[in-house]
């Protein structure tokens, strides 16, 4: 129901906050068992045409065209209705004041998945420090990382270092490696023998100095900036 962009709808308001209220009660349930260890919560991700029946999509006509594509959007593209990461951050806050009024410290980290660049991470950086900001007094702590699952969010992870002080970043190899090598197949005949070096294929291999030049990157990036 987040999906439709009617916030002066009751109905929408009503599943909005029972969202909100249920999701904040699990992360508080979490970072109670973490008691104040790193926690880091990634940002939804979900395979919406795996979720919903047609019929059960039929409410909003963007949700029915995805169902019936078969292709869900994935992390980060979600920022198409901003308001799904709004609330989940929104729940997250609520949490981490909740249980600090309670005497409860948390080390939250929340990682944005699937960022393809720069602006999928501004904007998420936007919406948390304005919801911080204006709704909990700046009074949650948090960081925000990113989770590097596409070559052109890899290729950008530096410029998030410079320009957004991003320093925390996760590999998701298994996104990574398909949509890498997926590419490079493409123009690429079937690995021969001479393919090989050491028993590991060619194309592995550039699959492994493009996750090196990524993280090398990302060190400069840090060095050059003193973050």
Known sequence: RLLVNDSSSSEYNTHRLTFEKDQSN??????????????QIRLLDPPLHELFLPTEAAHSSELYAIV???HSPRGAQFLQWPQIYESQIRALFSAVTDLADQGVKSDLHIFIPYVQGVPEVALVKSIAERVNSTEFNGRARYRLGVTLEVPAG??????MVKELGITSFAL????????????????????AISDYEEGVPLLARSF???IQDTIRSIRIAVRETGR
């Open 208 to 210: 492994i100095s493009f």
């Open 26 to 39: 699990a992360y508080k349930e979490l970072l109670l068992v973490q008691a104040g260890r790193r926690t």
């Open 68 to 70: 019936g594509s078969g």
């Open 154 to 159: 890899c290729g950008a992870a530096a410029n």
């Open 172 to 191: 998701g190899t298994n996104d990574l490696s398909l949509l890498y090598l997926g590419g490079a197949a493409r123009n690429s005949p079937v690995p």
